[in-house]
């Protein structure tokens, strides 16, 4: 196939663990027909179970390993954030799309910005109408409440839904959600579905309606704090004295549950801890912990991220990357989102890239040289 003067580049994964590819060959398939050259690397489907012959049915060029598919690309697109190797392996002044976690990553957006490379951070996409459908957080994160609520299930030594049979009345289980985002309002409606007693919380004012329109209670506390959400629909950090009488108050309600899933997250910041290891030994025995935080620290004080562990027979889970445990519908909602966000870059098959644009001014975190992401930059030590 002869490339186009714009080519777009697909890397193999390297994370640990991790199996999503950043398109698929139908996402492939459009950009194609955008008059947009892709190259695969060989392989980097496999793990969604898409093989190298459907990327060439749909117009890709398959290459044999990562340095002959970075070769010439100018648009890199990728699942995880490259390794430091990797971020040297990618030509200069190229476009990078991934999920860069740059307020986390401060090493690797200075060398992203050394290499002038423009990089667009999948989880900096802004939370407003017109970007929803590249919303890479959103997409991902039901995968993780989905699964987060199946892990629970299969380790939970109860039944989920409230069961009559001539032996008598099992009651059903009892589920509590922490954070009521993307995540948790999926977890909050898995549980449903499987015939569970659901409570949410949150310390954003708005999440009880979302809540209780799922068919939960919702936990409210008094914790003197009217609202904690900011301008993007995020949940803020709470001040020392509203975080202690959360905590104080949470502790009091935890033990009444067989299931706690945690997903309170606060960007940038270690999460929130709302299960202190007091809780935790207040519950009963078989109970379950799921926490989708596990990567900033854990809610719950006793998490260890990747392990399951077993403390005062509470099993606690520290998933980290559970999206990529669905590696099939992750890879297709996360190639849309792609997709989506290079409609938004490319413009009769060449770079446009306009920064007046609100949803590509928020998403950049690099660009020629220079750091643009305020919270990146600050984060990296620069001035953006």
């Given at each position: ?85 990797e971020a040297e392996q990618l030509p200069e002044g190229c ?290």
């Open positions: 196939m002869q490339r186009g003067s714009l080519t777009i580049a697909v890397p193999r994964e390297t994370a640990a663990g991790e199996r999503r590819v950043a398109l698929t060959p139908d996402a492939v398939a459009a950009l194609v027909k955008l008059g947009l050259a892709v190259v695969v690397e060989r392989g980097a489907g496999d793990g969604a179970a898409h093989a190298d012959a459907a990327y060439e049915k749909a117009g890709a060029t398959i290459a044999p390993d990562a340095a002959a598919t970075l070769a010439g690309a100018t648009v890199v697109v990728k699942v995880q954030k490259p390794t430091a190797a476009v990078l799309i991934a999920f860069l976690q740059a307020l986390t990553s401060p090493e690797l957006i200075r060398t992203l910005a050394a290499r002038r490379i423009t990089s667009f951070g999948m989880e900096a996409i802004p939370r407003i109408s017109r970007a929803q459908k590249m919303d890479a957080l959103s997409s991902q994160a039901n995968l993780a409440g989905y699964k987060a609520v199946l892990i629970a299930a299969a380790s939970l030594p109860k039944f989920f839904p409230m069961l009559m049979t001539a032996a008598g009345t099992v009651f059903a289980a009892r589920v509590l959600v922490l954070g009521a985002g993307v995540a948790g309002l999926q977890a909050i409606a898995t549980a449903r579905r499987l015939g569970a007693q659901v409570w949410g919380y949150d310390v954003r004012a708005a999440a009880a309606e979302q809540v209780e329109s799922l068919g939960a209670k919702f936990l409210a506390f008094d914790i003197g704090v009217a609202d904690a959400e900011d301008k993007g629909g995020y949940a803020t950090a709470l001040s020392a004295d509203a975080a202690q009488r959360q905590q104080q108050q949470l502790a009091a309600k935890i033990a009444d549950f067989d299931v706690v899933v945690t997903t309170a997250l606060v960007p940038g910041r270690a999460a929130p801890r709302l299960v202190p290891a007091a809780s935790v030994a207040a519950m009963r025995p078989g109970s379950v912990i799921v926490d989708l935080a596990a990567e900033a620290g854990g809610n719950c004080e006793l998490t260890e991220a990747d392990e399951t562990v077993v403390v005062h027979g509470v099993t606690i889970h520290g998933p980290t990357n559970l999206p990529a445990t669905m590696p099939v519908h992750a890879s297709q909602l996360y190639a849309r989102n792609v997709t989506e966000l290079l409609r938004e870059l490319v413009k009769d098959g060449a770079l446009a890239l306009d920064f007046e644009d609100e949803v590509l001014r928020g998403a950049c975190i690099t660009h020629a040289g220079a750091i643009t992401n305020q919270a990146a930059a600050a984060a990296a030590g620069a001035s953006a």
